[in-house]
């Protein structure tokens, strides 16, 4: 059964960075897209960024230019370095990887932003 762990969270002052990191277990294969999106309170999950195999990555426009994404090169781990960080910032962040064999999740993590 695949699952992945999202860890790096928590609470920061503005201007501030933290690096997310998500690990998955139960998959023997490599994923084709790892990446992250977020949920704020009232708001819909959006794109933050995510990167497949060959080192492509594409970035929604909330932390365009304030965030790097990064893949392991040979197993499934991905990281989103935030930098900059505003109080708008501040939701759940949530891993995705995505394959043929389906689209999975993991449980979020809470990233707070203070003003």
């Known amino acids: 059964q695949v699952q992945l762990v999202e860890s790096g969270g928590g609470l920061v002052e503005t201007g501030g960075s933290l690096r997310l990191s998500c690990d998955a277990s139960g998959a023997n294969f490599m994923f084709d897209a790892m990446g992250w999106y977020r949920q704020a309170p009232g708001k819909e999950r959006e794109l933050v960024a995510i990167?497949?195999?060959?080192?492509?990555?594409r970035y929604g426009d909330s932390m365009k230019g304030r965030s790097n994404i990064s893949r392991h090169r040979s197993k499934n781990q991905v990281n989103l370095q935030m930098d900059s960080l505003k109080p708008e910032d501040t939701a759940v962040y949530y891993c995705n990887a995505r394959s043929r064999r389906g689209d999975f999740w993991g449980q979020g993590t809470q990233v707070t932003v203070s003003s």
């Open positions: 990167i497949i195999p060959n080192g492509t990555t």
